[in-house]
């Protein structure tokens, strides 16, 4: 499967009928306007595409096509993937298109930027989107977000950071001398701006948290 290039439209034959749903084929998963799906690449070699489902539709001969719109990964945006990036992210796009229900893979789910920060588990069918994209000009909306630490850098929910408990700002662990490890065991953290010289940090069990929600929780684990 290939998508069509943004902006092109694709043909659409006359007859057709509306369903309700489709069934993956090989599995009992049903599709429905909404979902979103995994689609089948052209090269076996990529990752598979990510699509919403707008419409469900069957010809004459119960050939079923799948009216979508295009999920695209960092990595095929006219910018390309860039270090605030989750691993997960998706930007939903402006482009439509129209595929063989053949293609479908299986579903997936895209949470919003803010509900995937507070999934306990990532698992190979969660993604997040917080980033529209026009295909044909490469714009965003929002095309802005609030950075954070002193690199100024919009948040990555794959990277765990630490909050100051004097200007409330957000911080990775390299950016201020800590390890990893030293910031998972941090209960109490002040920036070098905010503290006293004998008081930059205070060392105890508990978790970094995470700009998202301005709440404190553990980092997050991929399922294998």
Request: net charge neutral; hydrophobic share 30%; proline share 5%.
């Given at each position: 499967?290939?998508?069509?290039?943004?902006?092109?439209?694709?043909?659409?034959?006359?007859?057709?009928?509306?369903?309700?749903?489709?069934?993956?084929?090989?599995?009992?998963?049903?599709?429905?306007?909404?979902?979103?799906?995994?689609?089948?690449?052209?090269?076996?070699?990529?990752?598979?595409?990510?699509?919403?489902?707008?419409?469900?539709?069957?010809?004459?001969?119960?050939?079923?096509?799948?009216?979508?719109?295009?999920?695209?990964?960092?990595?095929?945006?006219?910018?390309?993937?860039?270090?605030?990036?989750?691993?997960?992210?998706?930007?939903?796009?402006?482009?439509?298109?129209?595929?063989s229900a053949h293609t479908i893979e299986g579903k997936c789910i895209v949470h919003t930027f803010k509900n995937y920060?507070?999934?306990?588990?990532?698992?190979?069918?969660d993604y997040s989107c917080r980033f529209e994209y026009k295909a044909a000009t490469g714009a965003f909306t929002p095309?802005?977000?609030?950075?954070?630490?002193?690199?100024?850098?919009?948040?990555?929910?794959?990277?765990?950071?630490?909050?100051?408990?004097?200007?409330?700002?957000?911080?990775?662990?390299?950016?201020?001398?800590?390890?990893?490890?030293?910031?998972?065991?941090?209960?109490?953290?002040?920036?070098?701006?905010?503290?006293?010289?004998?008081?930059?940090?205070?060392?105890?069990?508990?978790?970094?948290?995470?700009?998202?929600?301005?709440?404190?929780v553990e980092t997050k684990r991929r399922k294998r």
């Open positions: 499967m290939a998508k069509t290039r943004p902006g092109v439209p694709s043909k659409i034959k006359t007859g057709r009928k509306e369903l309700d749903s489709y069934t993956i084929k090989g599995t009992n998963k049903l599709v429905r306007a909404g979902d979103c799906v995994l689609m089948r690449p052209s090269d076996a070699g990529k990752p598979p595409y990510v699509a919403r489902v707008e419409k469900i539709e069957a010809d004459a001969r119960n050939n079923v096509k799948v009216h979508c719109r295009w999920y695209y990964r960092p990595e095929e945006s006219l910018g390309g993937r860039r270090q605030f990036h989750g691993a997960k992210e998706l930007f939903l796009s402006d482009h439509f298109d129209v595929q920060t507070r999934l306990e588990n990532v698992g190979a069918e095309d802005r977000v609030a950075v954070y630490c002193k690199c100024e850098m919009p948040y990555n929910p794959d990277d765990l950071m630490v909050q100051c408990e004097g200007c409330k700002d957000w911080y990775h662990p390299a950016c201020v001398g800590m390890t990893i490890e030293e910031a998972k065991k941090l209960d109490h953290f002040v920036c070098a701006e905010c503290s006293s010289d004998d008081d930059v940090k205070k060392s105890q069990n508990g978790f970094a948290a995470s700009p998202a929600d301005d709440v404190k």
